[in-house]
């Protein structure tokens, strides 16, 4: 079974950046969208950005101007550069790829903003 392998999280201070990437293990055909999602302590899985296939970024209200997704069709793969983080930023960041017949999700990746 394919698994979306993510990399780049980690403790930054605020105002710093941190680069996630994420890669499948396998072949992943009909891919309709990848994004990335986030999910603080308490709190509901929420969507940070998303790019469909030939289609632009979307980005939830939240995100400030360094939030910066990528997507590298021939790979399959997805990055999301973070500029300027801040505490609120901290949470277990999680990428996703909408497919058919299923959608896929990484096991996550903790970034924590703190001084």
């Known amino acids: 079974q394919v698994q979306l392998v993510e990399s780049g999280g980690g403790l930054v201070q605020p105002g710093g950046s941190l680069r996630l990437s994420c890669a499948p293990s396998g072949t992943i055909f009909s891919i309709y969208a990848m994004g990335w999602y986030r999910q603080a302590p308490g709190k509901q899985r929420e969507m940070v950005a998303r790019?469909?296939?030939?289609?632009?970024?979307m980005y939830a209200n939240f995100v400030k101007a360094g939030f910066t997704i990528s997507r590298v069709n021939a790979k399959n793969t997805v990055s999301l550069q973070m500029n300027s983080l801040n505490v609120e930023d901290t949470a277990v960041y999680y990428c996703k790829v909408e497919g058919f017949p299923a959608d896929y999700w990484g096991q996550g990746t903790q970034v924590t903003v703190s001084s």
């Open positions: 790019i469909r296939t030939g289609g632009s970024p």
